[in-house]
């Protein structure tokens, strides 16, 4: 998370007093009978969900409550925000990639498996593609805008994606999406379905899609290509992608 829009979050909760006493030891869980409560609560959750990327130990997260509490009762700085202050955007960047490493190295296996089940193809950028249902029509180029359906995991089966789902199929630009899709429903034929598996280099790279994908994260797919949306370029929808 860049450092102003911490600021700006965080200066949200202190202005409410949300923060001001909270204790070094994790209480009891409070009472969430009244809409304010459970909207404050909510800004308690949504500012942790910002930091996931920062992976923020026990003790440091004692430290960040330290800090807002010093924040929150107007005492000064214990260190100077001017030096530290731009140094978050480093720090978060440095614990993101060690949290991508780790779940790189955890995604090898189900990129493994993945790669190994019966017909399935493995490409040079190590996307996996596994033809479900054979398709008869046309395949599409990376500047096509094409319908699918789609339904999308994470290695743990977890969904965080799905047209499937919603009950309505999605329309996007094959070049406004990430790479795996766009090589992926390239090579697929209108009526195909297909479960295509892609490794974090050709997905969301070391960022990921927080808060519903880490950095790092592998993702499969089960896409049908029903259609290739024959759009005037003037007339093209807005770039949407599948996350």
């Not at 026990?58 to 001017?82: C, F, H, N, S, T």
């Not at 780790?102 to 995604?107: F, H, P, Q, Y």
């Not at 499937?164 to 199929?169: T, Y």
């Amino acid at each position: 998370m860049p450092a102003r829009s911490f600021s700006r979050l965080a200066a949200l909760l202190l202005s409410l007093g949300v923060v001001a006493a909270a204790p070094s030891a994790r209480a009891a869980d409070p009472a969430l009978s009244t809409e304010d409560q459970k909207t404050v609560y909510a800004m308690g959750f949504t500012l942790a969900k910002s930091l996931e990327r920062f992976a923020l130990k026990p003790d440091e997260l004692e430290i960040l409550v330290a800090g807002l509490r010093d924040a929150a009762a107007g005492e000064a700085p214990k260190v100077d925000p001017d030096v530290y202050g731009p140094k978050i955007s480093d720090f978060g960047q440095s614990r993101g990639a060690e949290v991508a490493k780790v779940e790189k190295d955890a995604s090898a296996g189900f990129l493994a498996k993945e790669a190994s089940a019966d017909g399935a193809t493995k490409t040079a950028s190590g996307l996996v593609k596994r033809v479900v249902k054979e398709g008869s029509g046309a395949s599409p180029t990376a500047t096509d805008t094409v319908k699918v359906h789609y339904h999308g995991t994470l290695r743990d089966g977890t969904v965080f994606d799905s047209s499937v789902e919603r009950g309505e199929p999605a329309e996007f630009p094959l070049n406004r999406v990430i790479p795996c899709w766009t090589e992926a429903v390239q090579t697929m034929k209108v009526g195909e379905k297909a479960h295509i598996t892609c490794p974090s280099d050709i997905a969301y790279g070391d960022r990921g899609f927080p808060p519903k994908i880490k950095g790092g994260a592998a993702l499969a797919f089960d896409v049908e290509l029903l259609e290739i949306v024959k759009t005037p370029a003037a007339d093209a929808p807005p770039p949407a992608s599948p996350h």
